[in-house]
C-alpha cells in the first residue's frame, strides 16, 4: 500500500477506499492494530548521527588545531629538557590550550545547534487526530494512525498524515509549510489527469503539517510516518552532510602544509645540527628544532580568524541578518548564485490593489503591500499597466460614483478587517484573507473607511464564500433603510450575473460587446500575473426575507475589475542590480505559479529573458545533465516540489558555483541544508528551516542577503590582510633561525620571543586587520572564483617578500651587535667561541635582545604594506586604520615592556643603547617604504 508509489491524486474517493482495502465507516480497532505492526508509528525517524561525545572529540581533528596541540606539547616539551625550570614553557602550553579548548567548544555548540533540525519538524506535526474507529468518531493519538483510516478534518486542525479526500465542503488548507506560498488551496474531491502536478496542485488530497482553514472534510489516509512528503523532507534533512565551507578548506589546507613544513624544518634542522657537527648537544639541536617548530605555527591565526568573522556576525546583525553558523560569515563574500523565493522574499507578501478598470475608465493605484500611503491615478492605456512607478493624473474617487460604489462594495464584502501593526505605524495588519485585505487598504486608501461605512450601513446576512460557487456576498441595510447585496468574485462568474453596468452614475444594458471588452481586460490583467476581482451590486426589497443564493446573486449591476498583485519589496529591484554588478547571478524558485513568478521576475529586473519559468512537471522530465544546462540558462524556475529544489542547487554546485539558497517553507529545509550558504526567513520561516540554515534574515528582505554577501567579501578581504601579515612574520622568524642554526651560531630567537612575537606582538594588529576598512569598489568585482584558495599565487609571494626582508633586517641587526662586542663574528669568521662563558652569554642576550626588538619593530611597520597588495602604503588611507594605529602603539609598549621591566628577567632580555635602537629604527623602516606591490604584479583574486 503506502510502500508502494501510488498516483493517489488520479484515483476517485471509492477506488482508493478499495485499494487500501477499507470503507467510508474506517477500521476496527483490531485491523489497525495490525496495520501498525505492519507500517510502524505515525512519526519520523531519526538516523544514526554521532553523539555529542564524538561530535565534540571530531573538533580536534582539524589540521590548524592540530599544529596547534603540537605547539602545546612542544612547549612542554621544552620545559622537561631544561629540568622543569623554563617556567615560560608552561605558561605558552596554558595559553595555547585555551585557544584549542575554546575552538573546541564553540565548533560543538554550532554542530550541536545544526542537528536540531528533525526536533523543530517533529514540532510541527499533530499531537492528535479524530478517526473513525469501530463505527463512531475517536480522538487518538496521532502516531496511532494508519494507512486506510477515516480522518475527520475541520477549521484549525493540523493534518496529521497524507490522505485522500472523500469529501470536501468549504475545505481550504494552509499548505505553507510545504509549497511556501501563504494563500490556502481550495480543496475538492475531483480525480486530477495530470500525471505528476506539483503538490500545490493536488486539490484532492491533504497532507500532514498542512492547516486546515476553513470549511470541513473527511479523508483516507495514504501514508504515516517517514513514508509522508514530510517524511520525505526529513529523511532528505537528514541526509544532507554539512560541507566545509571555502574558507574551512582554505585553513585545512594551509595546516596541512604547514604541518609538513613544521615537520621537515625541525627534522632537517636537528639532523643538520647533529650529524653535520655544528654541535654534540643533543639538547641544544632539540631545543633549536623546537624554536624553529614553533616559529612556524602561527599560534594566533585561529583565534584571529574567529574573532574577525565574530565581527562579521555583529556587522550583520546590523543589517538584520543573524549568522547562525560562524564560518559562513566569509562563505557570504565567495557567493556566486543566490537562488530566491519569491513570496515574502522578493516580493512582500502582502496583496496590493494595482489597477482598477471600471466602465468608463482605469485607475492606478501607488503604495505597495498593507501601507497606509498610497494614491489614485488615470491609467489611460493598458501599455503602461507594468510600469509600477508611474503616476500620471490624479483620480478623484470623491468625483467618480463608480469608484466609490466599487471600493465600498470591496470594503463591505469582506470577512477580513485591518488592525494596528505595531511593529509599523505607517502600515496596516491584515486579520483574514490577503485578498480580502488588499480590497480593504485600497477603500482606507480612497478615504472610503471601515470607521464610516459601519455608521451608515447595517449587515444583515452573509453568502460566504464558496470553492465551487467562485463568489461572496454580503446583504446590508444603510441608514435610509434601503437594503443592498454587495456580491465579489471570479470575473467570469460575477459577469454570467450581471445584466447591467455602471457607468457613471446610470445603469446601462450589460450588453454582448460591452461583456467581451470587461473579458479582454481581465485577460491582460491576468496575463500580468494579477488576481482579477469583479465586483458588483444589487438592491434589495427592503422587506428583510429569506433570502436563497440563486435569487439575490442574479441581476446584478456590474461595477468593475480590481487588478491585484503581490508587490515587489522596495530596494528589491536596487538589491538585485548591485547582485549583477557584483557578478552575483539570482535565481527565482517558487512553489508560485510559473505567469506571475515571471511576470515578478521581470518587473524587479531578476530576468531580461523572454522564456517561460521552467515547471516543477518540466524538472520532473529532465535529466541531471540537461539540468545542469537549464541552470545556466533560466532564471525563473515555478511549482517546485522539494526534491526540485535540492536538484538545482546540486546542479549548480557541481558546476563549481557557490550557492546561496532561501526559503521559508519546511519545503526548502533539504536545498537551505545542502546550499553552501542557507538562508531562512525570520518572519515567516518554519522552525525545521531556520534550524537547517546558517543565516537568519530577521526582515526576510533579498536586500538584506546582498547587503550580508557585501559584508562576507568585506570579512574575507580583511582575513587575506591579517593571514599575509602572520604568515610573512612567521616566514622571517623560520628563515632567521634556520640560517643562523646552518651557519653554526646560537638561535637568534628563543622559543618564549617567538611565542611572545606570534601571540602579543602580532596578535593586536592582526585582530585591528579584521576591522579594517573595506577596500573601495568590493561589490563592484566579481565573486572569486569558487576554485581559488586564500594561500594563492600572490598570497604566496607576499609571505616570501616579507619574509626574506624582515630574515636580512633582523639578521644584520644580530650579526651587528656580535661583530661590535667582539670585533668578529665567530663561525663566519671560522672563529669557534664558548657562549656559557658568562661574558659571552652577556653578549648573546643583548645581542638576541637587538634582533628581537628588530622583529618586533620591523612587523609592526610591515603591516601597513599587508592592507593592500595593489596600491603602495602612501596611496591607501591610513587615516580610516584608527584601530590598526592603536593596535600597533599597544603591541610596542608591550615589547618595551619585557625589555624594560622586572619582566625581562623571565624573558631573558637586556636594555638596550640608543645607538641600538637608531639602528633598529633605521632598518626596521624597509618593511614600511618597500613597494611589496610591484614584487607581486596584478593580484589575480578580487577580494581586496
Not at 66 to 88: C, K, N, P, Q, Y
Not at 177 to 193: C, D, F, H, M, R
Not at 723 to 745: D, H, K, P, T, Y
Amino acid at each position: 500500500m503506502q510502500s508502494e508509489m501510488q498516483d493517489w491524486h488520479r484515483k476517485t474517493a471509492e477506488d482508493t477506499l478499495k485499494y487500501l482495502d477499507t470503507s467510508k465507516e474506517g477500521l476496527s480497532s483490531e485491523e489497525a492494530k495490525d496495520r501498525l505492526v505492519e507500517y510502524g508509528p505515525n512519526e519520523l525517524e531519526e538516523v544514526d548521527r554521532a553523539g555529542p561525545l564524538r561530535m565534540f572529540l571530531q573538533q580536534f581533528a582539524d589540521p590548524m588545531v592540530m599544529i596547534l596541540i603540537f605547539a602545546i606539547i612542544i612547549s612542554i616539551a621544552t620545559v622537561l629538557l631544561h629540568g622543569g625550570h623554563e617556567d615560560e614553557g608552561f605558561i605558552d602550553a596554558i595559553v595555547i590550550s585555551a585557544i584549542v579548548i575554546a575552538n573546541a567548544v564553540f565548533g560543538f555548540i554550532q554542530e550541536f545547534k545544526s542537528e536540531k533540525a528533525l526536533e523543530a519538524l517533529k514540532d510541527l506535526s499533530a499531537p492528535t487526530a479524530i478517526v473513525h474507529r469501530n463505527g463512531e468518531w475517536v480522538e487518538i493519538e496521532a502516531r496511532d494512525i494508519v494507512p486506510g483510516d477515516i480522518i475527520s478534518l475541520g477549521s484549525g486542525d493540523i493534518v496529521p498524515a497524507d490522505a485522500r479526500l472523500v469529501n470536501a465542503v468549504s475545505l481550504a488548507v494552509d499548505e505553507s509549510a510545504l509549497t511556501g506560498e501563504s494563500l490556502a488551496v481550495q480543496k475538492n474531491i475531483k480525480p486530477i489527469e495530470a500525471e505528476k502536478p506539483p503538490i500545490g496542485d493536488m486539490i484532492n488530497l491533504v497532507f500532514q503539517g498542512s492547516v486546515v482553514t476553513a470549511g470541513k472534510g473527511t479523508a483516507v489516509v495514504t501514508a504515516t510516518g517517514m513514508k509522508t512528503e514530510f517524511g520525505k523532507i526529513a529523511q532528505m534533512v537528514q541526509e544532507s552532510e554539512e560541507e566545509l565551507t571555502p574558507l574551512q578548506v582554505d585553513l585545512e589546507s594551509l595546516g596541512k602544509r604547514l604541518g609538513v613544513l613544521v615537520l621537515v624544518l625541525s627534522v632537517l634542522v636537528f639532523i643538520a645540527l647533529v650529524f653535520a657537527g655544528s654541535t654534540n648537544d643533543w639538547n641544544e639541536a632539540l631545543f633549536t628544532s623546537i624554536a624553529v617548530a614553533v616559529a612556524a605555527i602561527p599560534e594566533g591565526l585561529s583565534a584571529v580568524v574567529t574573532v574577525t568573522l565574530s565581527i562579521g556576525v555583529s556587522r550583520m546583525v546590523k543589517k538584520n541578518a543573524i549568522v547562525r553558523r560562524l564560518s559562513s560569515v566569509e562563505t557570504l563574500g565567495s557567493t556566486t548564485v543566490i537562488c530566491s523565493d519569491k513570496t515574502g522574499t522578493i516580493t512582500k507578501n502582502e496583496m496590493t490593489v494595482r489597477y482598477i478598470s471600471l466602465p468608463s475608465a482605469n485607475a492606478k493605484v501607488s503604495g505597495t503591500g498593507y501601507s497606509k500611503e498610497g494614491q489614485y491615478y488615470y491609467a489611460p492605456s493598458r501599455e503602461n499597466w507594468d510600469d509600477f512607478s508611474s503616476t500620471g493624473e490624479p483620480f478623484d474617487v470623491s468625483n467618480s460614483n463608480e469608484m466609490n460604489m466599487l471600493l465600498k462594495a470591496g470594503q463591505l464584502c469582506s470577512s477580513a478587517s485591518l488592525a494596528r501593526n505595531p511593529d509599523d505605524e505607517s502600515s496596516w495588519r491584515v486579520v483574514g484573507d490577503p485578498t480580502e485585505g488588499a480590497l480593504l487598504v485600497a477603500a482606507e486608501k480612497a478615504g472610503i473607511t471601515a470607521d464610516k461605512l459601519e455608521l451608515q450601513y447595517e449587515e444583515i446576512t452573509e453568502f460566504s464564500f464558496d470553492s465551487k460557487r467562485k463568489r461572496m456576498t454580503s446583504i446590508y441595510r444603510d441608514d435610509e433603510g434601503q437594503v443592498w447585496a454587495f456580491t465579489k468574485g471570479a470575473p467570469e462568474v460575477i459577469l454570467e450575473r450581471s445584466t447591467q453596468v455602471l457607468v457613471n452614475d446610470e445603469k446601462k444594458t450589460l450588453d454582448h460587446t460591452k461583456r467581451n471588452d470587461i473579458l479582454e481586460v481581465n485577460m491582460a490583467m491576468a496575463a500580468r500575473a494579477m488576481r482579477v476581482i469583479a465586483l458588483a451590486y444589487r438592491p434589495l426589497d427592503n422587506t428583510v426575507g429569506d433570502w436563497n443564493e440563486s435569487e439575490v446573486e442574479n441581476d446584478l449591476v456590474f461595477l468593475g475589475l480590481v487588478g491585484m498583485i503581490d508587490s515587489p519589496r522596495e530596494g528589491v529591484m536596487e538589491a538585485i542590480a548591485k547582485s549583477r554588478e557584483a557578478g552575483v547571478r539570482p535565481i527565482m524558485i517558487t512553489g508560485d505559479h510559473a505567469l506571475t513568478a515571471v511576470s515578478i521576475a521581470r518587473s524587479v529586473g531578476l530576468t531580461q529573458s523572454d522564456q517561460p519559468a521552467v515547471t516543477g512537471s518540466d524538472l520532473a522530465e529532465t535529466s541531471d545533465e540537461e539540468l545542469e544546462r537549464l541552470v545556466l540558462e533560466r532564471d525563473v524556475f515555478a511549482r517546485v516540489a522539494p526534491e526540485h529544489k535540492l536538484r538545482i542547487v546540486r546542479a549548480l554546485k557541481n558546476q563549481n558555483h557557490v550557492v546561496a539558497m532561501t526559503g521559508d517553507g519546511v519545503n526548502d529545509a533539504p536545498a537551505i541544508k545542502k546550499a553552501d550558504i542557507g538562508i531562512s526567513m525570520g518572519i515567516r520561516g518554519a522552525g525545521v528551516t531556520k534550524e537547517s540554515s546558517d543565516l537568519i534574515l530577521t526582515d526576510d528582505d533579498f536586500s538584506t542577503i546582498v547587503s550580508a554577501i557585501e559584508v562576507g567579501r568585506e570579512i574575507y578581504a580583511n582575513i587575506r590582510k591579517f593571514v599575509r601579515f602572520l604568515l610573512s612574520a612567521n616566514a622571517g622568524e623560520v628563515l632567521l633561525v634556520f640560517i643562523m642554526a646552518m651557519i653554526g651560531l646560537p638561535i637568534p630567537l628563543t622559543p618564549i620571543y617567538i611565542l611572545w612575537i606570534n601571540l602579543v606582538t602580532d596578535g593586536p594588529p592582526a585582530l585591528a586587520l579584521g576591522f579594517d576598512p573595506p577596500p573601495e569598489g568590493i561589490m563592484e568585482r566579481p565573486p572569486r572564483e569558487p576554485s581559488s584558495r586564500l594561500l594563492d599565487n600572490s598570497m604566496v609571494r607576499m609571505i616570501i617578500a616579507g619574509g626574506v626582508l624582515v630574515t636580512f633586517t633582523a639578521s644584520f641587526v644580530y650579526l651587528f651587535v656580535l661583530w661590535e662586542a667582539l670585533g668578529y663574528i665567530p663561525q663566519i669568521t671560522g672563529a669557534a667561541i664558548d657562549w656559557s662563558l658568562a661574558e659571552n652569554a652577556d653578549i648573546l642576550v643583548r645581542a638576541r635582545t637587538a634582533t628581537f626588538a628588530t622583529m618586533v619593530l620591523f612587523q609592526l611597520l610591515w603591516v601597513w604594506n599587508c592592507r593592500d597588495e595593489r596600491n603602495p602604503i602612501w596611496r591607501t588611507n591610513m587615516r580610516e586604520s584608527k584601530g590598526l594605529f592603536i593596535a600597533v602603539v599597544i603591541s610596542f609598549l608591550l615589547t618595551l615592556t619585557v625589555i624594560y621591566t622586572p619582566l625581562s628577567v623571565a624573558f631573558g632580555t637586556v636594555p638596550l643603547s640608543l645607538m641600538h635602537w637608531v639602528l633598529i629604527f633605521a632598518v626596521s623602516l624597509i618593511g614600511f617604504l618597500t613597494p611589496v606591490y610591484r614584487l607581486l604584479g596584478n593580484s589575480d583574486h578580487d577580494s581586496d
